[in-house]
């Protein structure tokens, strides 16, 4: 339960305090990885990186940090990291080429998540991880800066967000945001001949609130965020 407060006081000072935050979720993100894999002397490819604090957290942890990112400017490496200019679907690296894979927030943004996914699974090594966590469409947040208006319609969430604050949204459905659903990822991941399916979660719920993810339709809405690992076969 601590640990879900934590996760959610920081989650509503996101715009207010982001070194905060993301700081947060970097843990909260290396102890999420640690129940499968030490990360110590690991090659962690970070898809859609975008902050400099996901950086510093896995230096700490002795890891070999390489930030992917179709946006050269968010990619500010420090001492002991790297980055690389790429798309998700088309990343820039060689096959199983990486001990662990992950992208925070990064599947609702892109037009095809499954194609991501599987460019994470390409470069991920025999035994490493793939790590996956996004925002359900239907949750509270599912329309970012624009929610809970989202579950109007995007479209219209979209208009309201402008009018009331002057300027269109960072997040726009079908140009920057696309829907996400928990039972398209599950399935996604249980399809996979690759890979094993070996943790599916609401990411920020407490362990004894997990039983959400098996409830068709209410998990849309009461998961938040889910994680997906796998295990590349």
């Known amino acids: 339960m601590s640990r879900s407060a934590r996760l959610f006081r920081g989650f509503l000072r996101e715009q ?3 070194e905060a935050f993301y700081t947060a979720l970097a843990r909260d993100t290396i102890a999420l990885l640690e129940r499968h894999e030490p990360l110590h002397d690991r090659l962690v490819v970070d898809v859609g990186a975008g902050t400099p604090q996901f950086c510093r957290e896995f230096v700490r942890q002795g890891t070999q940090y390489l930030a992917a990112d179709p946006d050269r400017s ?3 490496p420090v001492p002991g990291t790297a980055g690389v200019v790429g798309v998700g679907e088309h990343l820039p690296l060689a096959d199983n ?5 992950m992208a925070n927030n990064v599947m609702e943004h892109v037009r095809d998540p499954g194609v991501v996914g599987q460019e994470m699974l390409r470069i991920v090594r025999p035994g490493g991880l793939v790590f996956i966590s996004y925002t359900s469409w239907a949750s509270p947040w599912g329309g970012h800066e624009t929610s809970p208006w989202h579950w109007l319609g995007g479209e219209w969430a979209a208009a309201r967000y402008e009018r009331a604050h002057g300027h269109p949204p960072k997040n726009h459905v079908g140009r920057t945001m696309f829907p996400t659903r928990v039972d398209q990822g599950i399935e996604w991941a249980k399809s996979r001949q690759d890979a094993w399916l ?5 990411r920020y719920h407490p362990d004894w609130a997990t039983g959400v993810i098996g409830l068709p339709g209410v998990r849309e809405v ?6 997906l690992v796998l295990r590349h076969r």
């Open 16 to 18: 207010s305090d982001p």
């Open 198 to 202: 070996i943790e599916s979660v609401p």
């Open 74 to 76: 968010t990619l500010r």
């Open 97 to 101: 080429s990486a001990d662990i894979v």
């Open 222 to 227: 009461l998961t938040w965020n889910h994680l």
